[in-house]
């Protein structure tokens, strides 16, 4: 198994500032993903950060908005730039471990 | 293109009961399944996974089964508990993919 840490928990922003969200495994891992979650909906994946080489993106997601770094096999960070309240969501950072995902606690961000 | 549904979208029972949660994915081609279990505002738990060999996998007063020819999986509860109050999602990893593909989920609720 795996456990998965973020900080911050939580955090309410304005509009147009940036927020860098942390995401640590206790263990090595290949793949870490980053999912949002927005009110009353289920996951959609932003983007798959692998150790070393750029971060693929999903439809809909670019690396301007949403730039991520993955310096190493335990840690990432996802930046939420330029924010509106439309990015008002849970942030969520996940790692597969033996073919099973495991998820963070979620950054809930409020955008104001 | 893969999707997955739930049914039924929200549920409440009484304490006590027994109750089975849907999930239905259109294709088959599926690597593993995998039931999570979210708390308002957390992160996923991840409760149980079926890799596509397996017919079922069984951990405390929950089940899973797993019917990849029909595209069907069910969880099931035993004697549930107000502590079980929470949403229940359901994903696949297609065999294609490293990324999962979530349904909607199930928000259940067990009134004392």
């Known amino acids: 198994s795996a456990v998965i840490s973020q900080k911050p928990s939580r955090d309410i922003c304005q509009r147009g500032t940036s927020l860098t969200i942390q995401c640590q495994v206790d263990?090595?891992?290949?793949?870490m993903f980053w999912y949002r979650q927005q009110p009353g909906q289920s996951l959609t994946l932003i983007a798959t950060?692998?150790?070393?080489?750029?971060?693929?993106?999903e439809s809909g997601f670019v690396i301007d908005k949403f730039p991520i770094s993955r310096p190493n096999l335990t840690f990432s960070t996802l930046t939420v730039s330029n924010m509106s309240p439309e990015d008002s969501s849970i942030y969520l950072c996940?790692?597969?471990?033996?073919?099973?995902?495991?998820f963070g606690p979620g950054t809930r961000l409020t955008v104001t | 293109k893969q999707e997955v549904t739930q049914i039924p979208a929200a549920l409440s029972v009484p304490e006590g009961e027994n109750l089975v949660l849907n999930c239905s994915f259109t294709?088959?081609?599926?690597?593993?399944l995998q039931w999570f279990r979210q708390d308002p505002g957390k992160g996923l738990t991840s409760l149980l996974l079926?890799?596509?060999?397996?017919r079922e996998q069984t951990s405390g007063r929950l089940n899973a089964s797993l019917d990849k020819s029909s595209g069907r999986s069910t969880l099931y509860i035993a004697a549930s508990q107000p502590g079980d109050s929470a949403t229940y999602l359901c994903?696949?990893?297609?065999?294609?993919?490293?990324?999962?593909?979530f349904g909607s989920g199930t928000r259940l609720l067990v009134r004392p």
């Open positions: 996940s790692a597969t471990i033996s073919y099973e995902q495991y």
């Open positions: 263990s090595q891992v290949t793949m």
């Open positions: 294709d088959s081609a599926i690597y593993n």
């Open positions: 994903a696949v990893r297609p065999d294609s993919s490293y990324k999962l593909i």
């Open positions: 950060a692998n150790q070393g080489s750029e971060a693929t993106y």
């Open positions: 079926i890799q596509s060999s397996q």
